[in-house]
């Protein structure tokens, strides 16, 4: 399990309401993902564990999954707030958020737990003006 690093400032990225400065798109296809003050900016203490958008090894021959730690993410209350997302499949009551576009991913997660909670990665996105 590896650490994500953060690679942004998140002074040009978050409001003085805590909401996302600007568009966010996917890093492949470029497709909308979420409109300006949409998703809600939080930091986890607790980081969440998601595979890694690019695996070294196989998922067909059974090789174990490679998993990062990410901890800050925009918070998104209603899914049809998203402009462009798709969900996988659950797996241990969890739905991964996967570009609805190019399908790569997982840019977030949705734990069935809390279903009116969906946490995009901010590590995973681009952010536009």
Known sequence: MTECTEAYNLSELVSETNTNLKKVKCL??????????????TKLEMSLSIPALRQKKSIVTGDSIEYELLQNFWIVNDAFTFENIGFTNTVDNKKYLI???????????????????????????????
Do not use: M, T, W
């Open 99 to 129: 570009c609805a576009d190019c399908e790569i991913g997982p840019l977030g997660v949705q734990n069935l737990d809390n279903p009116n909670e969906f946490y995009l990665s901010i590590d995973r996105v681009k952010h536009v003006n």
């Open 28 to 41: 492949r296809c470029d497709s909308f993902i979420l409109q300006p003050n949409s998703g809600l900016f």
